[in-house]
């Protein structure tokens, strides 16, 4: 059972392939669902599919212990107390509306994204190739859905502006791309915090993206010598050192 489960998380087999992204498919309906259900009340439905989304983060939580060669690193990584968060914000409304608030913490699950990175690297040559472009665009959407999750779940119900989900996107857009409308404003101290948590952190995030997508394009291959990362496409040297570099290229057009 351990040996298939090492198999399927950490092999190169398509099958493995196939496996990790129908996890990372898992994690994007997860998202959406938070999103769709913030537009309704809460209903026995909503209540039995929480669960199941539950149980599956549940078992994808312990399989992933199982294969951890060193269990301390497990519970070091800030990607494993935000599966626990999320566990716990979608099976504690079974337990009664007290708990409602915790549903916000559901788009946690998002950084579980991360953890697949270096399986998309390995795997897709065109990931690589654009490597910076995705990594400042899961960075940039990670950002906007927690701060939505958190601005939702701090203002509503007490800002009438703010009712369900997609009010607290569009006002986090607007803060985020400094448009700023005006037509929906955060209410007391813990919202102008958003606010400005939203500006500075949410800003610097867009244009970092901003920067790799206009910037010459640049592959990642590490320099022998001086472990100089990234180089022209069409390198011969390194231009740090002059080492050179044999960079494995597809041809430019």
């Not at 803060?175 to 101290?189: A, H, K, V």
């Amino acid at each position: 059972m351990l040996r298939t489960l090492k198999q399927l998380y950490l092999g190169r087999s398509k099958r493995a392939q196939a496996f990790r992204y129908a996890l990372l498919g898992f994690d994007l309906v997860t998202i959406l669902f938070v999103i769709a259900t913030s537009f309704f009340a809460p209903t026995a439905l909503i209540e039995a599919i929480d669960a199941v989304i539950g149980v599956g983060i549940v078992a994808d939580f312990l399989a992933r212990f199982a294969i951890e060669p060193r269990k301390w690193l497990f519970w070091a990584r800030f990607s494993t107390w935000a599966d626990l968060v999320a566990l716990v914000s979608f099976l504690a409304p079974i337990a009664g509306e007290s708990f409602g608030f915790l549903r916000v913490l559901r788009t946690l699950r998002l950084l579980h994204a991360y953890q697949m990175l270096s399986r998309l690297r390995q795997d897709f040559p065109l990931f690589r190739r654009n490597e910076a472009v995705i990594l400042a665009t899961i960075n940039l959407a990670v950002f906007l859905f927690v701060m939505t999750g958190l601005i939702y779940a701090t203002q509503f119900p007490a800002n009438p502006q703010i009712q369900n989900y997609a009010d607290a996107l569009y006002f986090t857009v607007t803060t985020l791309t400094t448009t700023g409308f005006g037509d929906i404003t955060l209410q007391g101290t813990s919202g102008r915090l958003l606010s400005v948590a939203v500006m500075i952190f949410g800003v610097t995030l867009f244009l970092r993206l901003a920067q790799v997508l206009f910037r010459p394009v640049k592959v990642r291959h590490e320099c022998p010598t001086c472990g100089l990362k990234l180089h022209d496409a069409d390198a011969v040297h390194c231009k740090h050192c002059g080492t050179v570099v044999h960079i494995d290229t597809e041809g430019l057009s």
